[in-house]
């Protein structure tokens, strides 16, 4: 069983909203980044946004910056990902992760979740 559940995938036209949810038990922010990557067919793992351990700031790739935001509820160690102005080229499986969170949104993941499929397309 993946140590961390992600929900909240689906398909919407380009323009639309999407939020995904990541329970991720166990993995505290006092201790772990938590975060969001995707990966699309025929293209590279990208990080998509993640959240540093200990400060808590928020960081995103420029390719969402703008559009996505990455929250959390620390005390039921949830992290979100709220979704706008979906694009076409934003869908991808979206896995999300604890780890190591840097500046550029891109994170390394030591635990991750199954992934949840995002599909934009009209």
């Known amino acids: 069983e993946a140590p961390l559940v992600e929900s909240g995938g689906g398909s919407v036209q380009p323009g639309g909203s999407l939020r995904l949810s990541c329970s991720a038990p166990?993995?505290?922010?006092?201790?772990?980044?938590l975060g969001w990557f995707r990966q699309a067919p025929g293209k590279e793992r990208e990080g998509v946004a993640c959240?540093?351990?200990?400060?808590?700031?928020?960081h995103y790739a420029d390719s969402v910056k703008g559009r996505f935001i990455i929250s959390s509820d620390n005390a039921k160690n949830i992290v979100y990902l709220q979704m706008n102005s979906l694009k076409p080229e934003d869908t991808a499986v979206y896995y999300c992760?604890?780890?190591?969170?840097?500046?550029?949104?891109?994170?390394?993941?030591?635990?991750r979740g199954q992934g949840t499929q995002v599909t934009v397309s009209s």
């Open positions: 992760g604890a780890g190591v969170c840097y500046s550029s949104g891109k994170a390394d993941y030591d635990y």
């Open positions: 166990g993995f505290s922010l006092d201790d772990y980044a």
């Open positions: 959240i540093r351990s200990g400060s808590y700031s928020r």
